[in-house]
């Protein structure tokens, strides 16, 4: 495995200095704000399997439909969450939404239906949909494209570890304080993931660093500030907000090719990560054809998966680094992790689907397929580095809509797909996996394409940035009025 090392771009005098600072306060809040919103998406699937189904009565799919209920919301708050940056100090914002969805998290624990459940995961999604997109966009703005890759690898794997860390977390409430005042176990977490939240949303409001053109931290000198805004395109940090509401904003973004690249993209490899997603092992596992598994084994064993996402994460954001950003790679190993392990599903249920082997041969692939979830990671740094002379909000609008296109489709694809009432074996679902994972393989090598002749075009016409279009006179004239010069930027 490549080494983990957060390399520093070498420049002016004080830079790494200025990064190992931005390093600690961007990502302890923004990897402990991702490891809680996920220790509350897995803690819901714990307790499913660990008393909450039967406690409330649940029936069918209503799993899944509580999880499309909180998708729906997720969408709708994915590009206004995103604008909002550009007007609300981050800050701000993202510590106000952690409190929100705390309060929600711990309410979620008076629930006596899976209906009451569907109405607060809702408003959980919204609260919920700033912390991804938006973290992406907080690193688009501080790191350059060496420095990137590893950045959101670790952000990612953050939440991979509170998927990871829930399931001992159940465990380990359901022993010590399952009917404590009369209230289930599963009950007893939602409460407790809900307090443990509010004092990081403190240290945010406290010391969250805000953009680079924006921040007053208290830590950055003045000197900081300004080679913090120099060590990055003039564009990262231009403040174009009248672009937002006018129709020659939506026609520069709508046709453009990083819309239609990386919004496809991350929709067709959204769905490569189903089996994780949807917590498959678990399901398989609670209505298993061979084994009658313990409460504590449903909650332990499931923590393989996102251990394996964690190193592939790691392994592909270094490796994708030192290679001079060649993201796409990863676009590749998914496609073919996904087609190898639906198959060896498929195989399990058609030869002797009874017996320990078949058995052995669903955890490896559900385990292995854990490694996909490399693709967060890479596909929204390379997204960046390709935005990188874009405006921000251009960014920060695509890179919002990476993920509402995504959970637009995830909405409907887990129940036609991935529904509890399909398990152990969802065959549907391994073909879809198959089909999305060849598409994955196809798209990517497209994007290269693409993102290649867009690179030849601006390097022919003596560009800055990744992009064919060159930028409109409105945007220029903004910019000028607000004291903004065009400048190389010192890395």
């Not at 771009?9 to 830079?15: K, L, Q, V």
């Not at 979620?108 to 973290?135: C, D, K, L, N, Y």
């Not at 398990?423 to 089909?435: C, D, E, L, N, V």
């Not at 993102?451 to 800055?464: F, H, L, M, P, Q």
Request: glycine residues 8%; proline residues 4%; charged residues 15%.
């Amino acid at each position: 495995m490549p080494k983990l090392s957060l390399a520093v771009s070498r420049g002016a005098p004080g830079e790494r200095r200025l990064v190992h600072k931005i390093d600690f306060f961007i990502l302890t809040f923004c990897c402990l704000s991702y490891f809680l919103n996920y220790l509350d998406r897995s803690n819901l699937s714990n307790a499913y399997v660990s008393g909450m189904k039967e406690d409330l009565g649940f029936e069918g799919d209503q799993l899944n439909q509580i999880n499309t209920c909180f998708t729906v919301g997720y969408v709708i708050g994915q590009i206004p969450s995103n604008l909002i940056l550009n007007y609300v100090k981050p800050r701000y914002f993202f510590p106000a939404m952690m409190v929100v969805w705390a309060c929600l998290t711990m309410l979620t624990a008076s629930a006596r239906s899976p209906q009451a459940v569907m109405a607060i995961r809702f408003f959980q999604g919204i609260a919920e949909s700033s912390t991804f997109v938006g973290t992406h966009y907080i690193l688009g703005s501080w790191y350059t494209e060496r420095e990137l890759g590893k950045r959101s690898g670790i952000f990612t794997a953050s939440g991979l570890a509170g998927t990871m860390i829930g399931g001992f977390i159940q465990s380990g409430i359901y022993s010590s304080l399952n009917s404590r005042h009369g209230l289930a176990g599963w009950r007893w977490l939602f409460l407790v993931d809900g307090l443990i939240t509010l004092p990081v949303a403190l240290y945010g409001f406290l010391l969250f660093p805000d953009t680079p053109a924006t921040t007053a931290a208290c830590y950055l000198t003045p000197a900081e500030r300004a080679l913090a805004v120099s060590r990055l395109p003039p564009a990262d940090h231009a403040s174009a907000k009248t672009a937002v509401f006018s129709w020659a904003f939506v026609r520069s973004v709508l046709p453009s090719w990083e819309w239609w690249g990386f919004v496809v993209l991350w929709i067709i490899a959204g769905e490569t990560e189903s089996f994780s997603s949807n917590s498959l092992l678990a399901l398989y596992m609670k209505n298993s054809p061979t084994t009658m598994y313990s409460i504590k084994q449903l909650n332990n064993y499931p923590t393989g998966v996102p251990v394996v996402g964690i190193v592939s994460t790691l392994f592909w954001a270094t490796l994708t680094d030192a290679a001079r950003g060649k993201r796409y790679l990863v676009g590749y190993f998914i496609a073919a992790t996904g087609v190898a392990t639906s198959a060896m599903v498929l195989a399990a249920e058609s030869h002797n689907p009874g017996t320990a082997r078949s058995e052995t041969v669903v955890f490896a692939a559900y385990y292995w397929a854990g490694a996909v979830y490399a693709c967060q990671a890479t596909f929204f740094a390379w997204a960046n580095d390709a935005m990188r002379a874009r405006e921000p909000v251009f960014r920060a609008v695509v890179l919002a809509g990476m993920n509402l296109g995504s959970n637009s489709v995830n909405a409907w694809w887990s129940i036609l797909f991935y529904g509890a009432s399909m398990a152990p074996w969802f065959t549907r679902g391994m073909y879809a996996m198959i089909a999305v994972s060849v598409a994955l393989g196809v798209w990517t090598a497209g994007l290269v394409w693409v993102s290649g002749r867009a690179e030849a075009r601006s390097a022919a016409a003596g560009g800055d940035g990744l992009h064919e279009e060159r930028e409109s006179d409105a945007d220029v004239s903004f910019r000028e009025a607000r004291g903004y010069k065009r400048e190389q930027s010192s890395v």
